[in-house]
Every structure is written in C-alpha cells, then in structure tokens.
C-alpha cells in the first residue's frame, strides 16, 4: 500500500506539490567524507524572500521510532523545512492536505539516509502546510537536519492526530506500515 520514493526512483512518481529533492555533493577521500548541506546559489532550496535560511538544527532518534508515533507535524504559518540526514536512515512522510494544490490527497514517503550511499543523501524540501513527520528505519541511531525558513515559533508547531485526518483513501497513516514497506524495498 505504501510506496517509498528515493532519489533514484522520484522522476518516476506523482510528488507532492512543491517538494524538491536537492541531490547532495558528497566529497569522499581516504580521510572520509565531505557534504555541502545548503548554499545559498542553490535557487531551488533557497532565496532571500521565499526560502531563507533562519537556523540550523539536528536532531538523534532511536531506531525505529518516529517523531511523533500518531501525530503530523503541521506548520499553519507556511514555515518550510529542508530536510537531511547526516547518520542512519529515515522514512520522511509528506501528505497533502491542502484545498488549492493540485496534488491534494497524495502521500509521499522519502527515504533518506547513508544506505543508499551519496543519492540517500539530499536535501528535501518539505512544502508550506502539509502535513509530514519522520521514523527511523535503520538499525543505528538516524541523525536528522532541518534548515527551516522560519525560526522556531511554538505557536507555529501544531501535532495533528493521524486518527482525525485519514489519507485520500479512508484510512489512517501508520508509522508501522512505512517500516515494513522500506523493508521491502
């Protein structure tokens, strides 16, 4: 039922509207790895009116958890955040609950993380007012970064119960089902 979209694989599926997958140079020698993560030539990710940088900050979750087990995370006031993971591995869910948009009703699921090598590694652009949250699907700790184009506001920070907003086809997102499917892929 769920389908997981990675960097490879997103030409190829409906995108909630206004996401971005920004590929992430990876610069890798002997000594290790090297990833610039935002710049501010990156016009897709960023501009001073519409997306500006206004603090950085990551995040370390459990494995197999998600941020926020039953509940989206929503911002009302249009914050986007740019995604990325610096350690383990993720699931992003993205749902469009949004009247204007002409993907309304779609689920996204963005895998992101070091097991797909250098294309796990991007900066994800979640768009203003959908829905969205995260779970760890590695078997390590995930390290998760945020750029988001607003700072943090908790009048801003709203957790939407799953049970009170069901997806396009009647039912409940489920964070357990997300982990299985990944398993699958």
Do not use: C
């Given at each position: 039922?769920?389908?997981?979209?990675?960097l490879?694989?997103?030409a190829?599926?409906?995108?909630v509207?206004?996401v971005?997958?920004?590929?992430?140079?990876v610069?890798?020698d002997?000594?290790?790895?090297l990833?610039?993560?935002l710049?501010?030539?990156?016009?897709?990710?960023?501009?001073?009116q519409?997306?500006?940088?206004?603090?950085?900050?990551y995040?370390v979750?459990k494995?197999?958890?998600?941020?926020?087990?039953?509940?989206?995370?929503f911002?009302?006031?249009?914050q986007?955040?740019?995604?990325g993971?610096?350690?383990?591995?993720?699931?992003?869910?993205?749902?469009?609950?949004?009247?204007d948009?002409?993907t309304?009703?779609?689920?996204?699921?963005?895998?992101?993380?070091?097991?797909q090598?250098?294309e796990?590694?991007?900066?994800?652009?979640?768009?203003?007012?959908t829905y969205?949250?995260?779970?760890?699907?590695?078997?390590?700790?995930?390290?998760?970064f945020?750029y988001p184009?607003r700072l943090?506001d908790?009048?801003q920070e709203h957790?939407?119960l799953f049970?009170?907003?069901?997806?396009?086809?009647?039912?409940?997102f489920?964070?357990q089902?997300?982990?299985?499917?990944?398993?699958?892929?």
């Open positions: 039922m769920y389908q997981i979209t990675t490879k694989n997103s190829s599926q409906q995108l509207h206004d971005v997958l920004h590929p992430l140079k610069n890798a002997p000594r290790g790895t990833t610039e993560t710049k501010t030539t990156w016009e897709d990710v960023y501009n001073p519409d997306m500006p940088f206004t603090q950085m900050y995040s979750t494995p197999e958890t998600a941020r926020d087990i039953d509940h989206w995370h911002h009302p006031g249009g986007q955040d740019r995604f993971v610096i350690s383990g591995d993720i699931v992003v869910g993205i749902y469009d609950n949004r009247d948009s002409p309304k009703g779609t689920l996204n699921l963005f895998a992101m993380g070091q097991s090598g250098p796990g590694q991007y900066l994800l652009v979640v768009p203003k007012r969205h949250g995260y779970v760890v699907v590695s078997d390590s700790d995930a390290i998760m945020n184009s943090y908790p009048a957790r939407l049970a009170d907003y069901q997806l396009s086809d009647g039912t409940v489920n964070w089902k997300v982990v299985a499917a990944y398993k699958e892929i």
